[in-house]
């Protein structure tokens, strides 16, 4: 099983709102609670890129692509990170992973299978 699990994408229409979870079913709280962790995406053909990103102190930060639109939060106790998307553009469309990662914004796990978004009318 993976570390990480992510889940909620979907077929929505531009303008529309997704929220996306990630959890690690595995994963103690001394273990989650300290993580730095972000949402990716990637797009075939593509490198996978950092969307949003959130400390351990649920500081945030966001890419300037989705910054306005998408919310990232944490719940230490769930051991649960989610992304709310919203006004969502055919641009966004890409497969979605979660993931902790290190103080040189290196990938800590193993990555997940992802969820797949498409932004489409």
Known sequence: ???????????????????LSCVAPRMIFSVFSPLHMGWYRQVPGKERELVASINPGSGTNYADAVK??????????????????????PDDTATYYCNAFDTAKQPRYNWGQGTQVTVSS
């Not at 099983?1 to 929220?19: D, F, I, N």
């Not at 306005?68 to 553009?89: A, D, E, H, P, Y």
């Open 68 to 89: 306005g639109r998408f919310t990232i939060s944490r719940n230490n106790s769930r051991k649960t990170v989610w992304l709310q998307m919203t006004n969502l553009k």
């Open 1 to 19: 099983q993976a570390q990480l699990v992510e889940s909620g994408g979907g077929l929505v229409q531009p303008g529309g709102s997704l929220r």
